[in-house]
């Protein structure tokens, strides 16, 4: 993997250990969106985490995936929540937690300076109340079996994802209408098993196209309509496997896709296909001096991945809407001047070491859960607030005077600067997409400190019938079965919305659940590294997500845009 060079300090990971570098530009960085405190420039020390590390403990803060029923424990009655029921957080069904029949004021308590920062602020955590789930909620119709997500409509079983209407089973998806088991897709519509793609339309098994349109199994493809088993078209109609064909052949081809015999071996053979054809080393468009990869619409983004319309940032993972001047971030938009955060946007600005920050929300220090509030420091579920510290309300010149002082005890006990530890996380380890990205055995993360939740035995009994091979053999009745799980067998079921997409793309059922569907998406996706290698045809030094040893032909920009067009 590379080493990021521009000069100069080498630091040993806390954790991991292996040497990393803060640069000048780093260091200046945080200069230039360090936060003011009563006109103070407060200093922002620099990490003590490799950037896999920081972004392994960013992920660990919360559980996107995983659902449970459980109850409300103000009102008693039954919810759906990313908080598991035996955990210790107390959780309040979303209207409940934004209205005022409860006062998130009255768990203030006063600093102690005898005491670790961290060690306050998680007596608080478990103390005050959480949303049972983390989105849009002000925003959002008929959604309520979404996380992390917000401003979307008749979706059920979407992570990750804003501003999509009739979407199920999908991951980080953005104004997409009637798609379904898709993963980083924008702006589309009647798509199915599609990845990173752009203004696409009843097309299914698409991967990095942009424009296309009732068509099948594609890759790097733009402006395309009716094609097959493709990669590296621009502009063409009726061509499978790169060769024109007439349209009574095209419809003969595409018509043998409904069978799941059918499109197993047709993805076999689309991907032996693709490897014959080049691949460019970064994954994106429009983009202005950046590194990294699956980028859209950036300028000036350094080290950043899977990320739309980034200015001036860098280490940015998962930036769902415009970010400005932001560094150290998971899963951010519509925010400018946030700084080592997780879970934050909707108008955010100057927010530090914060998490699960949504609506409006400015000089934010070691909070979570807290729109539409401004000057707050290790507070958590405050709404409509300012000048809090611990969930105490203070004047401006209390706050003022208070906060100095405890960043300085956070200094001295070396936690001024810090992400908030793993172990303070609500969620168990392998819940949260640390997991996914940084797996560990429960040995090695209980080893940590960290949390583990086994599975329910519940969730895993004998399936009550067998997926049909055809949707066309798929009758109305199979929305009352169950099912298991061919690699994990975990039961899923299929609801009515999901049947009727399938029939009307005509599809057969899946007879995975969604969990291990989620799965072989990322895995079709390159890794958060990056490697030098060369140009397949300069032979140009690149920095890649393409790892050396891996079989497909990588060029560099200028010789895939020669090859291609």
Known sequence: ????????????????????????????????????????????????????????????????????????DLTGEPIISNIHPDSPYKVYRQDVWHSDKWDPLSYGRDVDFSRAFFEQWQELSLAVPRPNLFTGYQYDENAEYTNHAGKNKDCYMIFDSDENRDCYYCYSINGSQNCMECFRVR??????????????????????????????????????????????????????????????????????????????????RFERLSLEYPQKYLHGIQNENVLGDYLMNCKNAQYCFDSADLWDCRYVFQGFMPCKDTMDVQECGDAERVYECAFVGYGANSIYYSTHILGSASDIFYSAYCPHSKNLFGCLGLRHKEYCILNKQYSKEEYEALVPKIIEHMRRAGEWGEFFPIPLSYAAYNETLAQDYYPLTKEEGTAKGYRWRESDP?????????????????????????????????????????????????????????????????????????????????????????QPSRPEIVYCESCYLETVY
Request: aromatic share 6%; net charge positive.
């Open 1 to 72: 993997m590379i080493t990021r060079h521009m000069a100069n300090t080498t630091i040993p990971c806390r954790t991991c250990l292996t040497p990393f570098t803060d640069t000048d530009a780093d260091r200046a960085f945080r200069k230039n969106i360090a936060p003011k405190i009563a006109g103070t420039m407060i200093d922002l020390p620099p990490p003590t985490l490799c950037v896999d590390c920081r972004e392994q403990r960013r992920l660990a803060i919360a559980n996107q995936l995983f659902l449970y029923k459980r109850t409300c």
């Open 187 to 268: 702006k589309s519509e009647l798509c199915y098993g599609c990845i990173d793609s752009l203004h696409c339309y009843n097309s299914v098994f698409l991967q990095d196209c942009e424009n296309c349109s009732d068509s099948a199994f594609l890759k790097n493809c733009t402006g395309c309509r009716n094609c097959l088993m493709s990669s590296n078209l621009k502009n063409k109609e009726y061509h499978v496997e790169n060769k024109k064909v007439t349209k009574v052949e095209f419809e003969r081809v595409r018509a043998m896709l409904t069978n799941r015999l059918a499109i197993d071996a047709s993805r076999e």
């Open 458 to 546: 519940k969730t895993y009994a004998p399936a009550t019938a067998i997926v049909p091979d055809d949707i066309a053999e798929t009758k109305d009745e199979i929305i009352q079965e169950m099912f298991a799980c061919a690699s994990c067998k975990k039961n899923y079921r299929i609801i009515a919305q999901e049947l009727a997409l399938y029939r009307q793309m005509r599809l057969p059922l899946p007879t995975h659940c969604f969990e291990c569907r989620l799965k072989e998406k990322r895995q079709k996706r390159n890794p958060r590294k990056l490697w030098d290698r060369k140009c397949g045809k300069c032979q140009k030094p690149i920095q890649t997500t393409y």
